[in-house]
Nanobody, 121 residues
């Protein structure tokens, strides 16, 4: 599986961005997908995850109610809609694929290259 994340950029606090992660290779619809982020000087942290069908989603407490993860299996793409962005959301965002996902990055087998999100206050 190859993952290509896009959609990052510079946005003012309170604004919105939508990240996309396009997958190629093995059957996308069989994978659970996750988004993680890493801010400068900090460890990578879990943001959101979605199961293979899109029927179950999970969020970090810090983004719950502001971010929405979704997927389109016909387009081999997973999305992260980010609303009400805060300066503390500034980070490089990574998408990842797993046979059985979750909140731990160790469960993910494939990673995209990351896309920078910068929120100005």
């Amino acid at each position: 599986v190859q993952l290509q994340a896009s959609g990052g950029g510079l946005v003012q606090a309170g604004g919105s961005l939508r990240l996309s992660c396009a997958a190629s290779g093995r059957t996308f619809s069989s994978w659970s997908m996750g988004w993680f982020r890493q801010a400068p000087g900090k460890e990578r942290e879990f943001v959101a995850a979605i199961d293979w069908s899109g029927g179950s989603t999970f969020y970090a407490d810090s983004v719950k109610g502001r971010f929405t993860i979704s997927r389109d299996n016909a387009k081999n793409t997973v999305y992260l809609q980010m609303n009400s962005l805060k300066s503390e959301d500034t980070a490089v965002y990574y998408c990842a694929a797993a046979v059985v996902g979750g909140t731990s990055g160790e469960k993910y087998d494939y990673w995209g290259q990351g896309t920078q999100v910068t929120v100005s206050s």
